[in-house]
Nanobody, 122 residues
Framework: QVQLVESGGGLVQAGGSLRLSCAAS????????MGWFRQAPGKEREFVAH????????YLADFVKGRFTISRDNAKTTVYLKMNSLKPEDTAVYYC???????????????WGQGTQVTVSS
C-alpha cells in the first residue's frame, strides 16, 4: 500500500516556475515507477512525466520537454516535478501516481494522490 500526497501547487505568472512534491508513505516506494499527470477542466487526464523506480530513467511528454524535469529521492520517499517557463495552458490539477514498471496510461497506475492545483496567469 502506498499513500501519496502532493504539494507545491499555486498561482504563478506565465514564464514562472514551480516545484511540485509528492510525498509517499510505505516501505515499497522504491519499487514503484512514479508518474505525474494533469487534468484541466473539461479535459481528460494526461500524462506528463515518468521516472523509474531507481530514478535512472525518465520520460517526458513532448509538450513539457525542455521545461519540466522529474526526479525522485528514495531516501525521502518523494518525487518531484520542477516546472519552468510555465504557460497558461499548463493550468491544471497535477497528480502523482505509482505504478509497477513504466506506464503512460492512467489505468496502469495503482495509487494516486489527491492532486494539487497549478494556475498560470497570462
Amino acid at each position: 500500500q502506498v499513500q501519496l500526497v502532493e504539494s507545491g501547487g499555486g498561482l504563478v505568472q506565465a514564464g514562472g516556475s514551480l516545484r511540485l512534491s509528492c510525498a509517499a508513505s510505505g516501505r515499497t516506494f522504491s519499487t514503484y515507477g512514479m508518474g505525474w499527470f494533469r487534468q484541466a477542466p473539461g479535459k481528460e487526464r494526461e500524462f506528463v512525466a515518468h521516472i523509474s523506480s531507481s530514478g535512472a530513467t525518465v520520460y517526458l511528454a513532448d509538450f513539457v520537454k525542455g521545461r519540466f524535469t522529474i526526479s525522485r529521492d528514495n531516501a525521502k520517499t518523494t518525487v518531484y516535478l520542477k516546472m519552468n517557463s510555465l504557460k497558461p495552458e499548463d493550468t491544471a490539477v497535477y497528480y502523482c501516481a505509482a505504478a509497477k514498471g513504466f506506464a503512460i496510461e492512467p489505468r496502469r497506475y495503482e495509487y494516486w494522490g489527491q492532486g494539487t492545483q497549478v494556475t498560470v496567469s497570462s
